[in-house]
């Protein structure tokens, strides 16, 4: 499976890019205008609509149109793991969210966070596999470059919302 990452320092404490980043806003907030994503409905582990906060069991339904081209492309998210406090090493917090259907074949998204001082150091990793099977796996490497303008937006738009 191939591996995409990208790491990036936020000028604020752990906890309030953690906040930010654990809400279905912190998601819209750090979407570029570009991708045109829709939420369609956002489901708590419970089932109850429209939480405020995205835990482990939650899902998301989605649409996207990346530049208006083509068909809407549906996507549904789940968040399979989430760690706020005290992750895998003391000061982080992660969580994972994978599609449950959309356009990849596979797609986890591990977003983890790590205190440095006063800042954050904010870590993406996706492990993806492309449609198309042989295919899609051959040109897999070639998705980062994709990726890279998405994920360059969001830690920008990240930094920038606490950089005041």
Known sequence: ???YRRETRVPAP???VWEFHATIDGLRALTPAWMN????AIEGPDGAPAPDELRKGSRIRMSMRPFGIGPRQRWESR???REPDGGPVEGSAYF???????PFRRWVHTHSFYADGGETRLVDTVE???PFGPFGDATAPFAKVGFEGMFRDRHRRTRERFSH
Do not use: N
């Not at 994503?37 to 369609?40: A, E, G, P, W, Y």
């Not at 994972?96 to 959309?102: A, H, P, S």
């Open 14 to 16: 752990i906890e309030k």
């Open 79 to 81: 968040i399979i793991e």
């Open 128 to 130: 993806y596999r492309l």
């Open 1 to 3: 499976m191939a591996t």
């Open 96 to 102: 994972v969210d994978d599609m449950v259907g959309g």
């Open 37 to 40: 994503l829709r939420i369609d």
